[in-house]
């Protein structure tokens, strides 16, 4: 009885990390499919729908890549960071002079995504040696030395000749597949999976 309790865990831990691992390549291909669209950077506010909302498809900015390569995956970022600031509020940057939670912006801003993810345990460790990056992680940068320029992207399964893994992200001309993992500071890791 043991043994073969012992044979379950390790069978459910093994799905567990194939699930994982699916979410991770999922996410990459829908990422890698936001490069088809033709999308102008624009981060102007938009009243937008609740929950499953989202600004005009043709626009976008950094954080719209990560928003709509999860929801293709089934997972809204829109209504978890808004359920999760609802209840802890105090918890999220007030850089902006919010009073209360707004779903229409609040999971378009990088600072409140890694808060968010920070705060379900996908923090990882930052590095400067490519191998800490898998397939599916997400990276932040402040692009602004000295300053405050937050940044997203979505690290994919390709790789720069030099072994650095490629990025997907938007940083002013639509969704791009580029070299930029070390190109300026990184602020955060995160490997989230969904709930």
């Not at 918890?91 to 890694?114: C, E, F, M, T």
């Amino acid at each position: 009885l043991t043994m073969r309790l012992g044979f379950l865990f390790l069978l459910c831990f093994a799905q567990a990390a194939q699930a994982g691992c699916d979410v991770a390549v999922r996410l990459v291909q829908a990422a890698k499919e936001r490069l088809t669209h033709n999308v102008v950077y624009d981060g102007r506010y938009y009243k937008i729908a609740y929950p499953g909302g989202d600004v005009p498809p043709n626009v976008g900015v950094c954080s719209d890549v990560v928003i709509r390569s999860y929801r293709a995956l089934g997972i809204d970022l829109q209504r978890l960071v808004h359920e999760d600031m609802k209840k802890n509020f105090h918890l999220y940057p007030k850089k902006w002079g919010a009073r209360r939670p707004d779903p229409s912006i609040d999971h378009r801003r990088v600072p409140n995504l890694q808060t968010f993810f920070t705060r379900r345990g996908a923090r990882l460790p930052r590095s400067l040696h490519p191998t800490s990056y898998k397939p599916g992680d997400l990276v932040t940068w402040n692009l602004r030395p000295g300053g405050d320029l937050p940044h997203i992207g979505i690290v994919t399964d390709q790789k720069s000749e030099k072994g650095v893994p490629l990025v997907i992200h938007n940083i002013g001309e639509g969704p791009k597949l580029e070299d930029i993992l070390f190109a300026y500071e990184i602020t955060g890791h995160y490997r989230y999976k969904g709930p």
